[in-house]
């Protein structure tokens, strides 16, 4: 969500002569104090309704690189609150429930969010979609407008300088992390995502993007209470599983989902001809779960599957595959296989 900026400090008039209108050191600090606290409590109703703010200023300004650390304090306490782990340790079922929340998160990210939402690769009902959209809302990436508005006009100018993550552009830190902290890239471009935006529980989800993220931190809780509770000899508790199953879990698929827009723009091989510097990373892929396949994916990025050949590790179009096998999802794009063959390197 985009965040006015706090009002220039008052000068002197130029009324005329005789006509003091200067304010003092006093009244000076007093304005800035309340333009700062009154920019602070807009940030807060943004972490709300990402439309709090939505007329406070012309999302078109040439903000691309300003940091708003009042926006982005959510953000860098999720990464802040993991050293609780220090307080609350560690036990198997905690360790175990992270890993499983990292391989369902992960999943819904690169099958819903970013397959369906993004490239629409596959069909599926619109109750199919909403749940889909949920499981994303998940993984605090924002919500499916947002993430498919952004992911689509990454393809559109991929490695340019308009890419807003491009690693080559604008260096790694920014490429990896630092443009989602730009109060440019707060707001959903709408426009992007005509396709999607016309669901108003799409909508709701996008502008009320923590309401989801809350209440699976709340269910983490609530896990380790009655795991306490019913199987004492787990030897967990409430705040060990929100630490782990929530905070440390969601931090490692952030980072694991921005390598995508860093790493494998820097690291890998090139099978095909493309415009950008994307490139295939197998570690990348397992990490990922089928998305390290990234020359593949920019190729042809409408496919539902990632690794073009079956040495190629996908495990979301393997999870996608039995969606379909069950009926949830169907009419899988697939990877033709005069478009596989053709357009190889040298």
């Not at 000068?11 to 005789?18: M, Q």
């Not at 953000?75 to 429930?97: D, E, K, N, Q, R």
Request: net charge neutral.
């Amino acid at each position: 969500m985009v965040v006015a900026t706090p009002p220039r400090k008052p000068s002197v008039s130029e009324d005329g002569p005789g006509v003091n209108t200067e304010v003092s050191e006093t009244d000076a600090g007093a304005t800035s104090t309340q333009s700062h606290l009154s920019w602070l409590l807009h940030s807060m109703a943004g972490w709300l309704d990402n439309k709090a703010l939505s007329k406070t200023t012309d999302p078109d300004a040439e903000e691309t690189f300003r940091v708003d650390w009042y926006r982005i304090l959510p953000f860098m306490g999720l990464h802040v609150t993991c050293l609780a782990v220090i307080w609350v340790g560690w036990s198997p079922i905690a360790v175990a429930v992270a890993l499983a929340m990292y391989l369902f998160r992960m999943f819904a990210i690169t099958g819903f969010y970013h397959r369906y939402f993004s490239h629409r690769a596959f069909k599926t009902s619109r109750a199919g979609q909403f749940i889909f959209a949920v499981a994303g809302n998940c993984a605090v990436q924002r919500g499916p407008l947002w993430w498919a508005a952004h992911h689509r006009h990454h393809h559109r100018v991929s490695d340019e300088v308009d890419d807003r993550h491009s690693v080559l552009q604008h260096g790694f830190f920014w490429g990896h992390v630092g443009w989602i902290t730009s109060r440019k890239n707060f707001a959903t471009n709408i426009a992007a995502v005509k396709d999607l935006a016309k669901f108003p529980e799409l909508r709701f989800l996008d502008r009320f993007d923590n309401v989801v993220p809350v209440l699976f931190g709340v269910c983490m809780f609530l896990l380790g209470v009655a795991l306490e509770a019913w199987v004492p000899a787990l030897d967990t508790n409430g705040w060990q599983m929100l630490i782990w199953g929530f905070f440390i879990s969601t931090v490692c698929v952030a980072h694991a989902t921005f390598t995508i827009n860093s790493l494998t723009h820097m690291y890998g091989s090139k099978r095909y001809k493309s415009k950008d510097e994307s490139r295939n990373n197998v570690w990348l892929a397992l990490l990922t779960l089928g998305e390290g396949w990234h020359n593949n994916h920019h190729y042809y990025p409408g496919a539902a599957r990632q690794g073009f050949y079956w040495w190629e590790i996908d495990i979301t179009y393997y999870c996608l595959r039995m969606l379909s096998a069950v009926g949830l999802i169907w009419d899988l794009n697939p990877v033709p296989p005069h478009v596989r063959e053709a357009n190889h390197l040298a």
